[in-house]
């Protein structure tokens, strides 16, 4: 009779897990379509990414290749192309490219959005903060001293890699307040900071001594920050990381 029982027992966990299973087939099967559509998107994504990077980067030597001939249509057309790729990396850097252009066609509102747009498609330091710094220095002879404080604090930061020129370009929005001695203070840390470059260091203490000797607008004048006009280093935009 025991027999019986344990053969019923063992016919009724059978047909149970059966019944399991099939209430459970649905959710199991659809679990793994979700896996595999995410597998699948995640190709398409990579795919993709891999597809505007390399769109960008052809755009972006036809842009340069355009410059050394002197074509700015051309390489206005072309750097357009890079930012509607989309390509955060690239994108920055052709805004960059794009408001240098606009500098010299006299629209510095124009080139102030853009390098503002740059700053803040790109996550890395290297870009963003030049981006905001050649931003600033675009408007520091007409925006208020809090908005280019503003604009320059976090660039000072320690670890920034402009910090000392962010420096440099506080203490002149100082002087052009009329905070002398705040700009001479902070221009003599400078004239000593192991962060700054030795043509720095030299305005720095140039700007001090003239502060001292009552010429403020001479030292506003010499700290006219030349380092930052050049544009940035973009030789080989193919090895650029893409932000």
Do not use: C, H
């Not at 840390?189 to 203490?205: I, V, W």
């Not at 030292?219 to 650029?240: D, F, T």
């Amino acid at each position: 009779m025991s027999d019986i029982f344990e053969e019923a027992e063992e016919g009724l966990r059978q047909d149970r897990w059966a019944a399991i299973a099939k209430k459970s087939a649905p959710f199991v099967g659809g679990a793994l379509a979700v896996a595999l559509i995410g597998a699948l998107g995640f190709w398409g994504y990579t795919s993709w990414d891999a597809s505007r990077v390399s769109k960008a980067s052809e755009a972006y030597v036809a842009a340069q290749e355009a410059l050394t001939k002197n074509d700015k249509a051309a390489a206005k057309a072309d750097f357009q192309k890079v930012v509607d790729a989309g390509a955060p990396g690239y994108k920055a850097l052709a805004l960059s490219q794009l408001a240098g252009l606009a500098v010299e066609d006299n629209k510095t509102d124009e080139a102030v959005k853009l390098l503002e747009e740059a700053s803040k498609t790109s996550s890395d330091p290297l870009i963003a903060d030049l981006a905001t710094l050649k931003a600033t220095f675009l408007i520091m002879d007409k925006a208020s001293f809090e908005d280019v404080e503003k604009r320059l604090t976090p660039l000072t930061k320690e670890g920034r890699p402009y910090a000392p020129l962010a420096k440099e370009a506080l203490a002149m929005a100082k002087i052009q307040k009329g905070d002398i001695q705040g700009a001479r203070g902070d221009l003599q840390a400078l004239a000593f900071s192991l962060d700054a470059s030795d043509p720095l260091k030299q305005r720095a203490q140039m700007a001090v001594a003239l502060i001292d000797s009552g010429g403020a607008e001479v030292a506003r004048q010499a700290i006219k920050l030349p380092e930052v006009k050049a544009q940035p280093q973009m030789a080989a935009p193919l090895s650029l990381p893409q932000q």
